[in-house]
């Protein structure tokens, strides 16, 4: 696509449940990067993909945190029994290549109450 | 260990007055240095970037930048500010051939008419 398209926009699920948050990157972008985004906070580095592999995902904060993409294109965020810490504006990006400045999606913001 | 740094949590400036904001970058070597901006409840847009060469950057929305090697700063000006460039903007840093940003906490620029 011509941009980064991140979905759903808004996600507000109770605690405990899972959810799923998706990032559709620029078509022939190779690297996509997930970013979390929390209230007062700056940008924290969640994982790396060049592909579809994930050469780093040292900034996934607990094993309730995984993601995967399939392709080389869209990549799926999955939050495992969310809990209210959890809420954030998750940011994804993508890249030709590794490297470079980013170009960000709108991002999904996630309430867990 | 690397870190990035926005002295200026809040700026407020008037409407055609002119703007800068500040950062400042410790890296063990001369890094990528990147500007965006984010408005209220959208992603991250690229201002400008700096790779090599020229010290004064030029981007997008009448924005300039200067990198300073020896004061490890990349501060952003626009010399007459518009109402529409109230918005968070954020300083990142990146090695060559690194995948990784390190953004700084930001700054948050109220324009008042």
């Known amino acids: 696509g011509a941009g980064v398209s991140q979905s759903p926009s808004n996600k507000v699920t109770e605690k405990g449940k899972d959810v799923e948050l998706r990032c559709d990157p620029i078509s022939g972008h190779t690297a996509l990067y997930w970013y979390r985004q929390s209230l007062g906070q700056g940008l924290e580095f969640l994982i790396y993909f060049q592909g579809n592999s994930a050469p780093d995902k040292s900034g996934l904060p607990s094993d309730r945190f995984s993601a995967e993409r399939t392709g080389g294109s869209v990549s799926t965020l999955t939050i495992q029994r969310t809990q209210q810490e959890d809420s954030a504006v998750y940011l994804c990006a993508s890249t030709p290549d590794r490297g470079g400045g980013y170009t960000f999606g709108s991002g999904t913001r996630l309430t867990v109450v | 260990a690397q870190s990035v740094t926005q002295p200026d949590i809040h700026i407020t400036v008037s409407e055609g007055a002119s703007l800068e904001l500040r950062c400042n970058y410790s890296y063990g070597a001369t890094p990528y240095l990147f500007w965006y901006v984010q408005s209220p409840g959208q992603g991250l847009q690229l201002l400008l970037k700096?790779?090599?060469?020229?010290?004064l950057v030029q981007g997008i929305k009448g924005f300039e930048a200067e990198f300073k090697r020896s004061q490890s700063s990349f501060n952003l000006r626009k010399p007459s500010v518009h109402w529409s460039d109230a918005a968070e903007y954020f300083c990142a840093v990146g090695l060559l051939n690194d995948y990784k940003l390190s953004f700084g906490a930001g700054t948050t620029v109220t324009v008042r008419a």
């Open positions: 700096y790779f090599s060469g020229d010290t």
